[in-house]
């Protein structure tokens, strides 16, 4: 099994030398192996380990008896431990969302907090072969799109890892057992109230028994095809919106229904998915059916101009031949203009090679030293920026907009201010201070998403490249890595 492990780190690119990682540990077998497994390749890799458990509450006494095992076996390992208590269903009230969903969020939420706290540069969590399978039946269950039935990615935003999901639960049953190694078992987990439960509990076993004995690898094979599918389809969505010119952040959004309907109709649902989710606030919020009564607006064969009301007050108007998507603006206690809230300022020092999450605005920048790049290549990747290092002057800073702050926009002649520049790409006042910039002690050298300055352009003289982008799905979702950089003092 260890071996199988090793394998899946290094096709996935998970570990590098020197590593510290937050371990999630529930207590259950699964995530109590992960801990082994890490401790095992502590030497290997020079890793440095630090457990985080997330009680939720929802088990009373059962739950603290976790806890304190966690305690008592990081203690034993010589492991650092971070415990949090919370009450999750006082955060589910008035909420119309599930408990699962909540402490998925909670939980994920409380383990970059934790990675951030201690220094750490990467997440471990336990999903396994049997989750992935599950995982999948599940979305089919559904009815979801590639975007479910990809199942669990081995890597999300370069921070979370998932060491174990090429292994199976028999096998890190086996596993514990050979080691020596007690674990907690869940009681919620046979619950059949839960959907999960009555997949692992009832129909996989079913399904193994009387139609395919090698039903869990079968569908973590599908997982994998569809995943790779999934990817090169992303990359071809972020291309098309970046030749558009449509940047994250952006407070509506018009695209030419002609150049539209000219995609071919699996790249236009991608497209629309991907803006709507761009206005929502959590991504499970747009479904199929928002996605499919879009595309009906956008075919219409006549002109006249239409809309639709979506969830989250995102509207979508059609007219002559533009198809606009923006968000309505809310009405409450008598007031006809929604409370404009100014994003936090925040700035961060740069030490490349680096990958950063911005919490205040939960957007997440990748840096990294790359070979020239070729013309082609940054054509065709508009939401990515190739600078020339050696024309910039350290510290390098991510930050966001400063009163007075100017910008040479590449490819214009000249300099003018940032704010003139929102103003001329559309880009609404309170989303502005949501728009991280690389700057360098002269000034602004890449607004992320958007333009990098002439002074740093790509040369035939230059020598070092620096590349920079935003690590997301696609540009638009909120992604659920970690950076780890430190922060410098704000000057309020």
């Known amino acids: 099994m260890l071996n199988q492990i090793r394998k899946t780190i290094e096709t996935h690119s998970m570990l590098e030398q020197g590593d510290h990682l937050v371990v999630a540990v529930s207590g259950g077998p699964d995530s109590v192996a992960l801990l082994r497994v890490l401790a095992l390749l502590t030497d290997e890799f020079q890793l440095r380990l630090t457990t985080a458990h997330l009680n939720h509450g929802l088990r009373k006494e059962e739950a603290d008896r976790d806890e304190a095992f966690v305690r008592r076996l990081s203690a034993g390992m010589g492991i650092a431990c ?14 119309r969302r599930s408990l699962e969903e909540i402490g998925r ?33 599940h979305h089919l269950l559904r009815g979801s799109g590639t975007v479910g039935l990809r199942g669990i990615l081995p890597v999300r935003d370069g921070r979370i890892i998932r060491p174990l999901l090429d292994v199976g639960r028999s096998g890190i049953l086996e596993f514990l057992r050979r080691e020596g190694l007690a674990y907690m078992t869940d009681s919620s987990n ?89 206005a929502a606030p959590w991504r499970n919020g747009i479904g199929y059916r928002h996605i499919e009564a879009v595309l009906i607006l956008a075919r219409r064969a006549d002109g006249r101009c239409v809309s639709l009301d ?69 054509k065709n990747r508009p939401e990515t ?48 201070g949501e728009i991280p910039l690389l700057v360098d002690a002269g000034s602004i050298v890449w607004i992320a998403g958007e333009r990098i300055s002439e002074r740093v352009r790509v040369t035939g003289r230059t020598k070092k490249v620096l590349k920079a982008e935003i690590v997301v799905g696609d540009m638009f979702r909120k992604p659920e890595g970690i950076g780890t950089c430190p922060r410098k003092s704000e000057m309020i």
């Open 105 to 137: 969020e909670e939980r994920y939420r409380f383990l970059h907090e934790t990675a951030e706290q201690c220094g750490a540069v990467k997440i471990a969590v336990g999903h396994h072969r049997d989750d992935q399978a599950e995982t999948v039946l």
């Open 190 to 278: 046979e619950s059949p109230l839960f959907l999960r439960n009555r997949i692992r509990n009832e129909l996989i076993p079913e399904l193994v028994a009387h139609y395919n004995p090698q039903l869990i690898g079968g569908l973590c094979q599908t997982a994998g095809i569809i995943r790779r599918e999934d990817d090169y389809l992303r990359g071809v969505v972020r291309q098309i919106i970046g030749r558009w010119g449509i940047a994250p952040g952006c407070e509506e959004v018009a695209l030419s229904l002609p150049d539209f309907l000219a995609l071919h109709e699996a790249i236009q649902g991608r497209i629309i998915k991907c803006l709507l989710e761009g």
């Open 385 to 432: 920026a190739f600078m020339d290092y050696e024309c910039m002057t350290p510290p390098l800073i991510l930050r966001n907009m400063r009163p007075g702050d100017r910008v040479e926009p590449l490819g214009t002649g000249g300099t003018k201010k940032l704010k003139d520049y929102f103003i001329d790409r559309k880009i609404a006042a309170r989303r502005r």
């Open 310 to 378: 979506l969830p989250f007050r995102i509207r979508v108007e059609r007219e002559r031949g533009i198809l606009r998507i923006r968000k309505e603006e809310e009405r409450t206690a008598g007031k006809k203009n929604r409370e404009r809230k100014t994003p936090p300022r925040f700035e961060y020092r740069v030490e490349v090679p680096a990958t950063i999450h911005l919490s205040e605005i939960d957007r997440t920048i990748r840096l990294e030293w790359i070979e020239k790049p070729l013309l082609e290549e940054m």
């Open 82 to 95: 971070i415990c949090k208590k919370m009450d999750i269903r006082a955060l589910q009230e008035g909420k």
